[in-house]
T-cell receptor, first 116, second 109 residues
Framework: GAVVSQHPSWVICKSGTSVKIECRSLDFQATTMFWYRQFPKQSLMLMAT?????????EQGVEKDKFLINHASLTLSTLTVTSAHPEDSSFYIC????????????FGPGTRLLVL | GQNIDQPTEMTATEGAIVQINCTYQTSGFNGLFWYQQHAGEAPTFLSY??LDGLEEKGRFSSFLSRSKGYSYLLLKELQMKDSASYLC??????????WGAGTKLIIKP
């Protein structure tokens, strides 16, 4: 299957700082990338969908100015959590999909964010 | 509205067979995905069904009935490593995945 990497896997930061998470598709071109958040023992929550070269589409209730998404190339998307607060502490997971809309989403390993 | 239903938790015995059911209601339909998610890890892809019938892949099989809005994931010869959450996701007419809350499968020796 396709491989998606995420970096960093763990990050601890102070409240008020910004954190950038990278998502890369290693062996395929990801036309579309997705960013999810998952709180403990809860289901995946889609935050936003990004297509290469265009602005991300955010789900209702997700602040686009707080969660900045950039999808500058077919293999890289970044999520920046700006002015992080303790309630932003969560498991952030990206997924990537090839050109066809029915293609499978492959997930990165996730990034655990802890904001102190 | 769009909705996915699957049991919250199931328990099975090592070596046995378990079937995890999923019913869906979506605006349009472009296929049904199953993912496995171990605790503390990201989901991994298991199967995709878009036509009616059974797709077999080793110990795992997935079934779809479009007319009934129903799918199941069948796990045979259960191993302890199969203890995980199993996520059902239906793709709607906009090619968006609608996620179920997941079924936590507990395997007992």
């Amino acid at each position: 299957g396709a491989v998606v990497s995420q970096h960093p896997s763990w990050v601890i930061c102070k409240s008020g700082t910004s954190v950038k998470i990278e998502c890369r598709s290693l062996d395929f071109q990801a036309t579309t990338m997705f960013w999810y958040r998952q709180f403990p023992k809860q289901s995946l929550m889609l935050m936003a969908t990004s297509n290469e070269g265009s602005k991300a589409t955010y789900e209702q209730g997700v602040e686009k100015d707080k969660f900045l998404i950039n999808h500058a190339s077919l293999t890289l998307s970044t999520l920046t959590v700006t002015s992080a607060h303790p309630e932003d502490s969560s498991f952030y997971i990206c997924s990537a999909r090839g050109a066809g809309p029915q293609e499978t989403q492959y997930f990165g390993p996730g990034t655990r964010l802890l904001v102190l | 509205g769009q909705n996915i239903d699957q049991p919250t938790e199931m328990t099975a015995t090592e070596g046995a067979i378990v079937q995890i059911n999923c019913t869906y209601q979506t605006s349009g339909f472009n296929g049904l995905f199953w993912y496995q998610q171990h605790a503390g890890e990201a989901p991994t892809f298991l199967s995709y069904n878009v036509l009616d019938g059974l797709e077999e892949k080793g110990r795992f099989s997935s079934f779809l009935s479009r007319s009934k809005g129903y799918s199941y994931l069948l796990l045979k010869e259960l191993q302890m490593k199969d203890s995980a959450s199993y996520l059902c996701a239906a793709m709607d007419s906009n090619y968006q995945l609608i996620w179920g809350a997941g079924t936590k499968l507990i395997i007992k020796p």
